[in-house]
């Protein structure tokens, strides 16, 4: 984890940035020495997102479950799928 203060990314912004590239990891920011903000390259914070919402996803369905909402194998997804793509 790196952290730097806020005037840091307004003088060496490139440097900043590079260092979010070569770790993957944000860069967090202080302000009077308090943590203000976090900075990370678009790549990261994308494959976080794409992670995050596969969380969600899966966290879904297990509610579904727990709730009685019917589930399916693989193979009736395959089947149902299969189906949907002949419709079209």
Do not use: H, W
């Amino acid at each position: 984890m790196t952290i730097i203060a806020s005037a840091e990314i307004r003088n060496n912004y490139n440097a900043v940035i590079d260092e979010c590239r070569q770790t993957g990891e944000p860069v967090y920011l202080t302000k009077n020495g308090q943590g203000d903000a976090v900075v990370m390259d678009i790549e990261t914070f994308e494959r976080r997102e794409a992670y995050f919402r596969a969380q969600q996803m899966v966290f879904e369905a297990y509610v579904d479950q727990f709730m009685g909402a019917k589930s399916y194998s693989v193979g009736e997804v395959a089947s149902i799928v299969n189906e949907l793509l002949k419709a079209k």
